[in-house]
C-alpha cells in the first residue's frame, strides 16, 4: 500500500485517526481550516500552517521568488480570514537549495513582509535548512474575538450560500502559465490571481463584525471539494446553481483557448481563495451593501441533509460530483 | 553568489535584515530559540519551529518514522525549554512522497505522539503534501510565566556556566549510523541519544522557578556554537575548561574506534539537546540538588566582553575555535 493508493484524503483521515485525545482548551482542532485555542480574554487564537512545495505546488520557471513568498503568505492568511480573524505573527521555514542566489531568498522575504504587513503580521521566527527542493513551510497565528468565531460546522437547513469575487481565475491562470510564454493579450488579470492571490480578510471582517455568517471556508481545493466539506462538517446537504457562479471575466477566454470548461475551472481548480460562507436569507442583502466593493453572489442555498449536494444546471437538479486535486493520486 | 558561498549563517543573517521591524507586542524576535509575544495575563506566548529534511537531518537507512516523529517533536520542544516554557500546541507540515507506506505515516505520528504527550502536546492541526524527498516542519506553540522568562542575552560576568547531561554523544552515534551494522556492541546509548534525544524541559521547568538562570540556550548546533550565541546576545566573554566538559561515556571509545576527539563531538558535533545556561556562582550548589537525577556540570564562566571567548586546557587559554555543521556550505 502506497500514498498514491489512498490519496490525499484517505491520508487526511488516517492522520486524524492519529491524533491525540483533544478536547480541553482545544475548541475546534484538525478538520478546519485552522485550530481554535481557549484562552483568557476576549480572544480565542488561531493556528495553522500550510506548506508549499516545488514542482508540486509551484515551478520556477513560472513563479518569482517575490511571488512565491506572496502566496505563501496569501494562503495561510485566507485560512485566518475564514475563521472570521486577524492574522498576527508569521514562522517561516524555509528548506532550499545550496545553489539558490541570496538575493531570490531577499525577495522571497520582500514578497512575505509585503502582503505579511499589509495585514499587520509580524514574522517573529523561523528555520532555514538546505533540501534538494525549495519548500516553504509558513505556521500563522492569529486571534479571533469568541462572538466573532466561524467555522465549517453551524450551516442550518435554508440559510444562503454566497461566495465572494469570481472564480476559475487561478485555475485559467494555471493552465496558461503552464502552456507558457507567449500569454495571449490581455490575460495579465487570470495570471495574477494565481500568482498573487488576495485573501479576503477585509471582507471577512466586514462580515462577522455586522452579521452571523453560520459557516465560513476559504477556497482552496475547489468550489466543489471545499462545499462538500462544509456541509459534511454541518451535518446539510445543499444545492448550487451552476449558473450563478461568478466566473472570473477571463476564465471563458481561457477555456475557449486551452480547452475544458470554465465552471469546472471553479467547481475543479481550486486556489481562488474566496469565501464560501452561509448566512440566514433575511441578513444577505445587508451583506451585498457591506461588501459592495467585492462582488458577492448567491450561488445556492442550503438543505436538509438528506437532500445530499446537488448541482442545478437550466433547473435540472444532479447530483454533483466532488473531486479535487490530489496531491498524492497517480 | 550562491547559498553555499554564504553559508547557513550568512543566510540568517540576511533574513533577519529583512524582518518586519518588531516590537509592540513581540518581546523577542528572531535571534532566539523561540519568538516572545506579550499578551494579557500572566503568560508570554512562545512560537518556534524547526524542519527535518530526509538527506539532510537523517537518512531513512539507518531512522525508523517513529524515530524520525519522536526527533522532529524533541527538537522544537526542546527550543520551548530553553525559554524556560511550558510547550502546548503542535502544528505539524508533512511532505511525502508519493510511493510512501501509508503504515509509516501512522508510525510517524506515533513517535510524535509518544514524546509530545509525555510534555503534554496537542497536535492541533497540519498540513501534507506529496513531495520528492521526506520533510517535517513542525510548529510549536508554548506559554511561559512572566518571571520564567529566560532568553540568551542576560548572561553576565562573573556567571557560573553549566550544561546538563552529557555532550557530543548524538555525534558518536551518528558517526556510528553513517558507518553502518554491525555496531560495535554496547553502543545503543549513544545511538540513541542521537536518534531519540530527551527534551530538558522537566529540567529548565525546575531551574526556572526556583533559580535565576541569567541566560539559556539548548545545544542543537555544538557546545562552541550555541555558546558563542549566547555570548553575543548577552554582550559578554566566556571561557570554558575542556577537561570539564562532561562527555557520553561512549564518546571516547567511538572517537577510538572512528577517529576524532569525543571534545570535538561536544564543541562541534551538535543535536545534544541539553540545556547551556549561566546562573550567578551562589546558586550552583542549590541548581545541583534540583537537578541531582541529571548531570549537572559547571563547564566554565562568564567573562567581560573583552577577553572573549575562550577555552582552557590544562591551564592554557587559547580563543575557541568558532564552527558548526553548516547545511549549506560546499
Redesign the interface.
Known amino acids: 500500500?502506497?500514498?498514491?493508493d489512498?490519496g490525499?484524503f484517505?491520508?487526511?483521515e488516517?492522520?486524524r485517526k492519529?491524533?491525540?485525545p483533544?478536547g480541553?482548551?482545544?475548541l475546534v482542532?484538525?478538520g478546519d481550516d485552522?485550530?481554535v485555542?481557549k484562552?483568557?480574554?476576549d480572544d480565542y487564537?488561531l493556528?495553522?500552517?500550510?506548506?508549499l512545495?516545488e514542482?508540486?505546488?509551484f515551478h520556477l520557471d513560472y513563479t518569482a521568488y517575490r511571488e512565491l513568498g506572496w502566496k505563501a503568505m496569501a494562503v495561510n492568511l485566507s485560512d485566518i480570514a475564514s475563521m472570521g480573524g486577524v492574522p498576527?505573527?508569521a514562522?517561516?521555514?524555509?528548506?532550499?537549495?545550496?545553489?539558490?542566489?541570496?538575493?531570490k531568498?531577499?525577495e522571497f522575504?520582500?514578497g512575505l513582509?509585503e502582503l505579511?504587513?499589509r495585514f499587520g503580521?509580524?514574522?517573529?521566527?523561523?528555520?532555514?535548512?538546505?533540501?534538494?527542493?525549495l519548500?516553504v513551510?509558513i505556521?500563522l497565528?492569529g486571534r479571533v474575538r469568541k462572538e466573532h468565531l466561524v467555522t465549517r460546522s453551524g450551516a442550518r437547513s435554508g440559510d444562503s450560500l454566497l461566495v465572494t469575487g469570481t472564480l476559475g481565475g487561478a485555475e485559467g491562470g494555471l493552465k496558461l502559465l503552464k502552456r507558457g510564454r507567449p500569454y495571449p493579450k490581455g490575460m495579465e488579470g487570470i495570471i495574477r490571481r494565481h500568482l498573487t492571490p488576495m485573501p479576503r480578510l477585509k471582507e471577512a471582517k466586514l462580515l462577522v463584525e455586522n452579521l452571523e455568517p453560520t459557516a465560513m471556508i476559504d477556497i482552496s481545493d475547489g468550489l466543489a471539494l471545499d462545499l462538500s466539506h462544509l456541509i459534511e462538517e454541518s451535518g446539510v446537504g445543499a444545492e448550487i446553481w451552476r449558473e450563478k457562479i461568478p466566473l472570473h471575466p477571463q476564465a471563458e477566454e481561457v477555456a475557449k483557448i486551452l480547452g475544458g470548461s470554465p465552471y469546472d475551472f471553479a467547481l475543479y481548480g481550486g486556489e481562488d481563495y474566496e469565501l464560501l460562507f452561509t448566512l440566514p436569507p433575511d441578513q444577505v442583502e445587508r451583506a451585498r451593501e457591506l461588501l459592495k466593493e467585492t462582488d458577492l453572489t448567491s450561488i445556492g442555498q442550503i438543505l436538509p441533509s438528506d437532500e445530499g449536494l446537488v448541482i442545478s444546471v437550466g433547473g435540472q437538479k444532479s447530483p454533483l460530483v466532488v473531486k479535487g486535486y490530489d496531491?498524492?493520486s497517480?
Open positions: 500500500m502506497k500514498l498514491e489512498i490525499e484517505g491520508l487526511i488516517l492522520i492519529e491524533q491525540s483533544q480541553g482548551e482545544v482542532g484538525i485552522t485550530a485555542i484562552q483568557g480574554g487564537l493556528l495553522t500552517c500550510d506548506a512545495v514542482g508540486v505546488h498576527k505573527y514562522l517561516v521555514s524555509l528548506c532550499l537549495p545550496p545553489l539558490t542566489d541570496p538575493l531568498v531577499k522575504y520582500w513582509r505579511g504587513e503580521v509580524g514574522i517573529v521566527g523561523g528555520d532555514t535548512t538546505s533540501s534538494p527542493v519548500m513551510s505556521a497565528i496531491h498524492f497517480k
